[in-house]
């Protein structure tokens, strides 16, 4: 049974901080990729930042300079600090991550229940 845990989104004004946490339960489960997604209201969930097991990172252009991914993959959780924070970083923020049992094995996506963020002007 593989768990994605979230924490730490809130209300934050424009220009603000927030961390964003994500622990996840794998059970017999190697990870081979985490990241962050995020939905805003009436559009698709979109890429935020992903980093591999090997450190390799890739961050979408909005994030680029003001948010910073740190995964942890001794301890299976993965951060998303975001500062500099703007209105339209509100979103509904999705922690994912990519297991696999073994190398050549099939791997599967699994996501968290999502942590909301709201940036006021």
């Known amino acids: 049974q593989v768990q994605l845990v979230e924490s730490g989104g809130g209300l934050v004004q424009a220009g603000g901080s927030l961390r964003l946490s994500c622990v996840v339960s794998k059970s017999i489960f190697r990870i081979n990729v985490m990241g962050w997604y995020r939905q805003a209201p009436g559009k698709l969930r979109e890429l935020v930042v992903v980093i591999s097991s090997g450190g390799n990172t890739n961050y979408a252009g909005s994030a680029k300079g003001r948010f910073t991914i740190s995964g942890d993959y001794a301890k299976d959780t993965v951060d998303l600090q975001m500062n500099s924070l703007k209105p339209e970083d509100t979103a509904v923020y999705y922690c994912?991550?990519?297991?696999?049992?073994?190398?050549?094995?099939?791997?599967?996506?699994?996501w968290g229940q999502g942590t909301p963020v709201t940036v006021s002007s």
């Open positions: 994912n991550a990519v297991l696999t049992t073994g190398e050549g094995t099939p791997s599967y996506n699994y």
